[in-house]
T-cell receptor, first 115, second 109 residues
Framework: DGGITQSPKYLFRKEGQNVTLSCEQN?????MYWYRQDPGQGLRLIYY???????QKGDIAEGYSVSREKKESFPLTVTSAQKNPTAFYLC??????????????FGPGTRLTVL | GQNIDQPTEMTATEGAIVQINCTYQ??????LFWYQQHAGEAPTFLSY??LDGLEEKGRFSSFLSRSKGYSYLLLKELQMKDSASYLC??????????WGAGTKLIIKP
């Protein structure tokens, strides 16, 4: 089955610690995205990548970092510089970036709680 | 700025019809998406509109008016499993998705 996997589903960390969220896709999609979802707000774009070894900042990139060394993988690191890291993090991928009909498909999400 | 507006919450009865509205103001327009999201789960794609008019897909239909900056999602023959949040998203001139906060739909028996 093709799809997007994120691990773990729930993650707890102490304040001041960096944490890396995993995202893997076997859909052969070129583009991958990281979003953050908070209650009562729309999804907000953190980072996106349209091709291997290249990525761009989204609207709320401060305190986050990413890498795209392989087409299938787009891990997100939440650093200690992120002031409010507790949130639901969603990874998505799409086949052909830069086209209006390019549908994004989502992984199951990781709920990060910083204590 | 860019803005997507949807009602926060709606309630409907099983077997009935409900219409969820979405209005948008964005820098450019390259299509509008509707997603369904059950609590604690990932959004799943429902529909895509880029031209004016109605797109029907089973019990779900989506309508777009570009001149009015308006879309709606119509759900017919409501089932309890339709209880979820419905997210409206517009692709702007940079091909980035701008998301509404979502409409939580509660279905009562």
């Amino acid at each position: 089955d093709g799809g997007i996997t994120q691990s773990p589903k729930y993650l707890f960390r102490k304040e001041g610690q960096n944490v890396t969220l995993s995202c893997e896709q076997n859909l052969n999609h070129d583009a991958m995205y990281w979003y953050r979802q908070d209650p009562g707000q729309g999804l907000r774009l953190i980072y996106y990548s349209q091709i291997v070894n290249d990525f761009q900042k989204g609207d709320i990139a401060e305190g986050y970092s990413v890498s795209r060394e392989k087409k299938e993988s787009f891990p997100l690191t939440v650093t200690s510089a992120q002031k409010n890291p507790t949130a639901f993090y969603l990874c998505a991928s799409s086949r052909v970036p830069g086209q209006g009909s390019d549908t994004q498909y989502f992984g199951p999400g990781t709920r990060l709680t910083v204590l | 700025g860019q803005n997507i507006d949807q009602p926060t919450e709606m309630t409907a009865t099983e077997g009935a019809i409900v219409q969820i509205n979405c209005t948008y103001q964005t820098s450019g327009f390259n299509g509008l998406f509707w997603y369904q999201q059950h609590a604690g789960e990932a959004p799943t794609f429902l529909s895509y509109n880029v031209l004016d008019g109605l797109e029907e897909k089973g019990r779900f239909s989506s309508f777009l008016s570009r001149s009015k900056g308006y879309s709606y999602l119509l759900l017919k023959e409501l089932q309890m499993k339709d209880s979820a949040s419905y997210l409206c998203a517009v692709m702007d001139s940079n091909y980035q998705l701008i998301w509404g906060a979502g409409t939580k739909l509660i279905i009562k028996p």
